[in-house]
T-cell receptor
Framework: KAGVTQTPRYLIKTRGQQVTLSCSPISGHRSVSWYQQTPGQGLQFLFEYFSETQRNKGNFPGRFSGRQFSNSRSEMNVSTLELGDSALYLC????????????FGPGTRLTVT | AQTVTQSQPEMSVQEAETVTLSCTYDTSESDYYLFWYKQPPSRQMILVIRQEAYKQQNATENRFSVNFQKAAKSFSLKISDSQLGDAAMYFCAYRSAITGANSKLTFGKGITLSVRP
């Protein structure tokens, strides 16, 4: 089975712009979670989707949003980018909400200038 | 809210020797899962080992084992016979097992492990 894929792998944006990141989970997995990783804050949970519904949300401003499609692929969007949004964004998929193991993608490195 | 603390930012071990990575956590819940994840320089995070809180027996996966002390809220990872490929950042993570299920992981800050040849 193919692993979790994330596109693009690298992205450079300017303050004030918006960005959309994509995540394709492992085939058959219906739960997708997003995390932000920065040197200062470490790994922080953004949100989680299951069956096209947001099930859980982390403590991030409303500029961060996401969605999940019927094929379980997920996108996250960040509007009005700030310098502090520069981070590695990781997506993780699991079979369902109760599955032990989450499989992580390689991440999207976002740099905001 | 749950918190996970990894107080050692860096550790180093000689190849073939044993190293223990520390992790403590805080929670008011009685049922939960604990994990150790490895993130090599290529950045793909992979699960190393997991422990269910209701199990008293410490989990073991080949050269990796944990020392789970529920009362002390401690969850350390022991790597035996360290190999060069073990060099990575290691994250301790917590997940609630309360119904109303969600997959949210709470991570510690991570420990960078280097392996000396």
């Amino acid at each position: 089975k193919a692993g979790v894929t994330q596109t693009p792998r690298y992205l450079i944006k300017t303050r004030g712009q918006q960005v959309t990141l994509s995540c394709s989970p492992i085939s058959g997995h219906r739960s997708v979670s997003w995390y932000q990783q920065t040197p200062g804050q470490g790994l922080q949970f953004l949100f989680e989707y299951f069956s096209e519904t947001q099930r859980n949300k982390g403590n991030f401003p409303g500029r961060f949003s996401g969605r999940q499609f019927s094929n379980s692929r997920s996108e996250m969007n960040v509007s009005t980018l700030e310098l502090g949004d520069s981070a590695l964004y990781l997506c993780a998929s699991s079979f369902n909400l109760r599955a032990y193991e989450q499989y992580f993608g390689p991440g999207t490195r976002l740099t905001v200038t | 809210a749950q918190t996970v603390t990894q107080s050692q930012p860096e550790m180093s071990v000689q190849e073939a020797e044993t190293v223990t990575l520390s992790c403590t956590y805080d929670t008011s819940e009685s049922d939960y899962y604990l994990f150790w994840y490895k993130q090599p320089p290529s950045r793909q995070m992979i699960l190393v080992i997991r422990q269910e809180a209701y199990k008293q027996q410490n989990a073991t996966e080949n050269r990796f084992s944990v020392n789970f002390q529920k009362a002390a809220k401690s969850f350390s990872l022991k790597i035996s016979d360290s190999q060069l490929g073990d060099a990575a950042m290691y994250f301790c993570a917590y997940r609630s097992a309360i119904t109303g299920a969600n997959s949210k992981l709470t991570f510690g800050k991570g420990i960078t492990l280097s392996v000396r040849p």
